[in-house]
Each structure stands twice: as structure tokens, then as C-alpha cells.
T-cell receptor, first 115, second 112 residues
């Protein structure tokens, strides 16, 4: 399977704990995006990488959130001191560069539940 | 700034009848527009996209959408609904180099 993969698929944690999610994009894609989707809503943009450079961060991404893409391949999203409001589906997407806004291909997501 | 309005949060149709899911957008740029579908417990799948070429865009599974600049609309249609079309549908607007802005989604129910 050469699509976008995310691990873990599900995570249950207690409030105050740290969690880390991993995203493996489609191998030839140099752009990688993180989104958050809460129940009944559309995905909301969190952050975006072009190769290893983090080029944009949403105001939704508080200081407790950090994302990395150290070698321009896989990416990690860490949430420190989780809160119940962090419970959501975290989606990763990747795309190539192009003349137009390229299609983003989405992974299956990591569903986080903070107790 | 860009935004998307999906005028119906829920649409219910009978199998074999036409589907219309409405989307209006706001964009400061010449937008790219997408429709994605999300089946329960599955990832988002691209249905179709518009990137300033033909205004009538054909996608997968018999879906199509028409870009109307004067109406700032990008409605999704299908001539005949199938049970497997039941899912959540998201309209997305983006400009070149910009991030995707998703609409709130429309849940499509297909009745036998």
C-alpha cells in the first residue's frame, strides 16, 4: 500500500499525559499537512511542512503542540499535557508540488480520546 | 481569507433519485475547489477537483460538479443515488500555496 499511513489508529490517554502520533506520507510527496477533526465538523488545518521546513502553523496549534519532519519524510505530532478538549481525530495528508493547488491525499487518522 | 458554506447539514434521497449537495465559497484568489467523501471509519477520499480548467468537472463514482464563478458555487451532483453513496461529503477551497479550508460537511443518507 503506497498511501498515507498513520500510527497509532487509536489512542486513549489520561489528562496531563503526553502523546505522539506518526504520519508516513506518500514517498514522493514533499508537502505534509496535519489537520484536526472533531465530531460533526470538517477538518481544521493545524500545520504544514515543505520537506523538513515547517512553513505555517494555525492559531489552533497551541504551545502544547509540536510537529516535526526531521528528514523530510515521516512526521510526528506531539501533544504535551493533554486536555479533554484535545480529543479529536488527527489527520495527516500529503501532496506534491505543482503549478496548481495539488490534491492532498489523506491518511486514515489517529483518533485520540483524553479521559 | 477563504471560507466554505455547505448549505445543508443533512440530505436524504431515495436510491435511484438524483443527488444535489450545495457548496458556496469565498476566496480572494482564483480558487481551487475539491469535493471529498468520508465513509464511516475510513479516510477522506477525493471525489473531484476544479483547478481553473473546464468548469464542469467529472469525478469518480458518477459524481460531477460545476464551478460557477458568478454564483461562487461548486455544487456536487449525481444522476442516480446508490446505497453505497451514503457518507459525509466535504467541499474544500484552496488557493495556490494555501491550505485547504473545509466546509462543515453534508451527511448524505440514501433510503432504499
Amino acid at each position: 500500500d503506497t498511501g498515507v499511513s498513520q500510527n497509532p489508529r487509536h489512542k486513549i490517554t489520561k489528562r496531563g499525559q503526553n502523546v505522539t502520533f506518526r504520519c508516513d506520507p506518500i514517498s514522493e510527496h514533499n508537502r505534509l499537512y496535519w489537520y484536526r477533526q472533531t465530531l460533526g465538523q470538517g477538518p481544521e488545518f493545524l500545520t504544514y511542512f515543505q520537506n523538513e521546513a515547517q512553513l505555517e502553523k494555525s492559531r489552533l496549534l497551541s504551545d502544547r503542540f509540536s510537529a516535526e519532519r526531521p528528514k523530510g519524510s515521516f512526521s510526528t505530532l506531539e501533544i504535551q499535557r493533554t486536555e479533554q478538549g484535545d480529543s479529536a481525530m488527527y489527520l495527516c495528508a500529503s501532496s506534491s508540488d505543482g503549478l496548481y493547488q495539488e490534491t492532498q491525499y489523506f491518511g486514515p487518522g489517529t483518533r485520540l480520546l483524553v479521559l | 481569507a477563504q471560507s466554505v458554506t455547505q448549505l445543508d447539514s443533512h440530505v436524504s434521497v431515495s436510491e435511484g433519485t438524483p443527488v444535489l449537495l450545495r457548496c458556496n465559497y469565498s476566496s480572494s484568489y482564483s480558487p481551487s475547489l475539491f469535493w471529498y467523501v468520508q465513509h464511516p471509519n475510513k479516510g477522506l477520499q477525493l471525489l473531484l477537483k476544479y483547478t481553473s480548467a473546464a468548469t464542469l468537472v467529472k469525478g469518480i463514482n458518477g459524481f460531477e460538479a460545476e464551478f460557477k464563478k458568478s454564483e461562487t458555487s461548486f455544487h456536487l451532483t449525481k444522476p442516480s443515488a446508490h446505497m453505497s453513496d451514503a457518507a459525509e461529503y466535504f467541499c474544500v477551497v484552496s488557493g495556490y500555496g494555501q491550505n485547504f479550508v473545509f466546509g462543515p460537511g453534508t451527511r448524505l443518507s440514501v433510503l432504499p
